[in-house]
């Protein structure tokens, strides 16, 4: 079974500079999460759908991250524009969770940005 | 609001050294209690979990016990090997909060042989 992909791996701009991740989630998972894991710490949760609908975006900086996940499938994360603060490991996650049953949650290899 | 609380690292050891790695939390509600392994140069991945008071988790020779009445989830292997090397990480998910996880900090693992 193929895990979450994301793309790309890695990532370099500058300041003020826009970007984007994809994700593919595990085939038939439902739910898809993004963490962002600043170096040193934990990852924490930035959104959560479940299906193309958004369940929780409340600690999403919403003045310059936006996400989608067209169909229900792969997800997009965007940043625009990044500033210093934004370099991190950016994770997606998905799990084949029904309502009210908290599943295992399979992550991705990550996006390493580095803004300058 | 809920948080998870590790022990600070680098930890090294010795081979066939034990392992303990601590683990406090802080939730509201009866979270679901998870340790994830993230190994040089790859994901995160759940290595044992514990979804109710005085269960056990255990998998590749881990064990972490849930502690209702210590909010501990502590992480113990009574041998550890070189290929254990990487970064745990202690979460825990409240089923009020959607079934999110929130992390530690994570703490470093190094054994040398």
């Known amino acids: 079974e193929a895990g979450v992909a994301q793309s790309p791996r890695y990532k370099i701009i500058e300041k003020r500079q826009s970007v984007a991740f994809w994700c593919n989630p595990i085939s038939g998972h439902a739910t898809l999460y993004w963490y962002q894991q600043i170096l040193g710490q934990g990852p924490k949760l930035l959104i959560q759908?479940?299906?193309?609908?958004?369940?929780?975006d409340s600690q999403l900086p919403k003045d310059r991250f936006s996400a989608e996940r067209l169909k229900g499938v792969d997800s997009t994360l965007k940043i625009q524009p990044a500033k210093l603060e934004d370099s991190a490991v950016y994770l997606c996650a998905s799990t084949l969770r029904d309502r009210g049953n908290v599943g295992e949650q399979f992550f991705g290899p990550g996006t390493r940005l580095t803004v300058l | 609001g809920d948080s998870v609380t590790q022990m600070e690292g680098p930890v090294t050891l010795s081979e066939e050294a034990f392992l303990t790695i601590n683990c406090t939390y802080t939730?509201?509600?009866?979270?679901?209690l998870f340790w994830y392994v993230q190994y040089p140069g790859e994901g995160l991945q759940l290595l044992l979990k514990a979804t109710k008071a005085d269960d056990k988790g255990s998998n590749k020779g881990f064990e972490a016990t849930y502690r209702k009445e210590t909010t501990s989830f502590h992480l113990e292997k009574g041998s550890v090997q070189v290929s254990d090397s990487a970064v745990y990480f202690c979460?825990?998910?409240?089923?009020?909060?959607?079934?999110?996880?929130?992390f530690g900090k994570g703490t470093k693992l190094s054994v040398k042989p």
């Open positions: 939730a509201t509600g009866y979270p679901s």
């Open positions: 979460a825990l998910s409240d089923r009020g909060s959607q079934g999110n996880l929130i």
């Open positions: 759908f479940q299906n193309n609908g958004v369940v929780d």
